[in-house]
Every structure is written in C-alpha cells, then in structure tokens.
C-alpha cells in the first residue's frame, strides 16, 4: 500500500548556550551558530527537515529573538517560514519568479500574514518587540516593492502591504481613549503614534510609485476595509442560546465544546456562523432542519426586533444597530440558501466575539487580548 509519513517526526533539535556573566547566548542548529545580546533578532536561519533520511528534506526558515536571560530564560522562534530559494509548496508562478526574486530580494517572509499577531496577543512579544518584528515585514515589503518597480515595464502589477491592516487591528486601542486596554497602552506599551507612522510609511511606498508611473498608467489606491474601535463583544450563539432559539444537548458542557458538536439540532432554530450571520434552521435546506417554510418570515421578524432591541448592561448602548433581514435588502442566487438569513450590522465599538462561533459567554475586548482580527 502507500507508504504514509509521519509528519510529527519532523524535527531539528538546537542547543543553546548561556553567557554565565553577560547578556548573550549562543545557539547551535544544525550546522549553524547565532550569537545574540539580549533583545537582539537573527537574521533568517536556513533549515532542512530530514523527510527520508539522507534522501529527500523539507526546507524551511526563522529568526531567533532572545527575548531574556535572567531571571527567566526566553527565546522566540519565528513560525516556520517557507525558504523562498527552496519552497517545500509552489508559492510561486511561475517557479522562475521565485527564483528572480530570491536573487533580487534574498531570503523574506513568505505566510500570508507574516505580522506575528498571535504572538502580541497572548504576551509572547510586548507591543514594542511586535512593532519590531512587524517592522521587519514592512521592509521587506519596501525591498519587494522597489524590485518590482525596477523590473516591470507593462501589464497589471499588484502589490500589497499587510502591516497596515494587521498594525491597526493590534494598535488602534493607542488612539482611542475610550478603548478598554487604552490606558495601560499610553503607559507601558512604549510606542510613539504607531499608526500614523504606518500611514505615513504607506505615504513613501505611494511616493515611490508615483516616481515611476507615466501618463499612460492608471494608479489605484485601495484599502481592503474600513477601521473603527473594537472595544465589547458580542456572542451570537450565547445569546440564541439565553433565549431559546439554540439548545445544547448537555448544557453542563457549555464552555467546553466548539462548532456545533454539542448542539441539539433537533429543538435548535437558529444559530450564527461566520463574523455576523445568522441562520434559521430552516426544514428542506439544513440536514437536521426544524423551522418549517411558514414560520421563516415571522421568525426572521422577530429576531430581527430582538436584536435590534438587544442592550448592552454595561455601557447601556445597543450593540447591534441594524439585523438586516438579507432577501429584503439582497439579491442573487445566493440569498435563502448558503447567505446568512440575517446580517448583524453593529454599532461602532462592538463587533463579534470570536468565540461566536463556540457557544461560550460574551466578553469584552479586554478579555480578548488586543481586539485584534
């Protein structure tokens, strides 16, 4: 039969050695050595997963960051990049323009979000360690940029930068005094106006262009969405559940389940999925569907009102300004079978809760770390 890998033995063992008097330490992977003082990146660190021995690897790459010696040690290793001169995936089409640009450009970060967001969240960087390693992403940004500048003469160029969308989820709490994690911003985070010096880095990458376009060349500006606070939450799937339109089938086992694995499809009329949908559970469309076709509209009305009604015990404000029922505002082959059937528009400084989706109690932004999407 085929041979089956075990992808859980894909490891690189490294050691690292401690300056007993000074802030440095050593480390040692593979057949390299990374000298750091404490507070101090690497540069991009090559490594081969041995995939079948002395056959065939798997190429990948970080950077080190040594965060702390003492009292605690602590060293960040970056997620595990892609190595552009030797891609395990085929991120690159055609494969010579991944060549082009290694040979171009060097090693640079290749997810899709390469802003370590997660990292700030849950305390692994503080805000001025992210701001560093986000920085690190927009030059490489800046260097991609150029490049292409410099080599493309006709035809449709797209180019994107990440840091601005990912820098104003995760600093917008600087310019916001009403923001619950404001103050402790301003005073610890060690930031000057992070978001005005993003824009003003955009305001340079746009001054590049405009250094090589011509009169022939149609220049588009885009932003990818809106910005506003993101100060309370609200979870949909907890409140059908307060109030009778969502049922569980152990309701004990409210706070330790996620997806719907603990939902009693068979008394359930609604449920939310995705960042502001909500569907009914509608009979002839859903698998285990209850809602019968004469109930839908007076259903639809009625959470409608609910929702719209809905105050937020702490601040007194309606978190949600509008549930647009979607076939009275919408058209399309889409709308009554795989839209949601309401769209929950809220009101400035809530949004969605990420456990909406898990069935677990609302909470607020600051218990969701930085409000970050």
């Not at 000074?22 to 990374?34: G, H, L, M, R």
């Not at 899709?112 to 849950?122: F, L, N, P, Q, S």
Request: net charge negative.
């Amino acid at each position: 039969g085929k041979k089956v890998y075990n992808y859980e033995t894909l490891k690189i063992p490294f050691k690292v050695y401690i300056d007993p008097e000074n802030p440095v330490a050593k480390i040692v992977i593979q057949d390299k050595e990374i000298l750091l003082k404490v507070g101090e990146w690497s540069d991009w660190v090559e490594l081969k997963f041995e995939l079948i021995p002395h056959i065939k690897y798997l190429y990948g790459m970080v950077k080190f960051y040594l965060k702390e010696l003492r009292p605690d040690f602590k060293l960040y290793v970056s997620p595990i990049n892609i190595d552009p001169a030797h891609p395990a995936l085929p991120i690159f089409n055609p494969p010579e323009y991944g060549e082009e640009l290694v040979r171009g450009l060097g090693l640079f970060y290749t997810p899709g979000m390469a802003e370590d967001t997660k990292a700030r969240t849950y305390d692994v960087l503080n805000d001025k360690e992210y701001w560093t390693q986000s920085q690190m992403v927009t030059k490489d940004w800046f260097r991609a940029l150029r490049w292409h500048l410099d080599h493309f003469e006709q035809g449709f160029l797209f180019f994107y930068f990440s840091t601005l969308d990912l820098g104003q989820h995760m600093f917008w709490r600087y310019i916001d005094p009403k923001h619950p994690l404001y103050q402790k911003a301003i005073e610890e985070g060690g930031l000057d106006r992070p978001i005005e010096t993003l824009y003003q880095q955009m305001d340079r990458a746009l001054g590049m262009v405009l250094e090589k376009v011509d009169e022939n060349t149609t220049l588009i500006v885009i932003s990818d969405h809106g910005f506003a606070s993101f100060r309370r939450c609200f979870n949909l799937n907890s409140w059908l559940l307060d109030n009778g339109y969502l049922y569980l089938i152990d309701p004990s086992k409210r706070e330790e389940t996620e997806y719907f694995d603990n939902v009693d499809w068979g008394r359930t009329r609604a449920y939310g999925l995705g960042i502001n949908g909500l569907y009914l559970n509608l009979e002839g469309r859903e698998f285990n569907g209850i809602v019968p076709k004469w109930q839908e509209d007076m259903l639809l009305r009625e959470l409608k009102e609910k929702l719209e009604a809905l105050v937020d015990p702490l601040t007194g404000e309606h978190p949600i300004k509008n549930a647009y029922i979607a076939k009275e505002v919408f058209k399309g082959r889409y709308v009554g079978t795989v839209a949601p059937d309401i769209i929950l528009g809220f009101r400035r400084g809530y949004r969605a809760s990420w456990e909406t989706t898990c069935l677990l109690y609302t909470s607020d932004a600051a218990d969701e770390g930085l409000g970050v999407d």
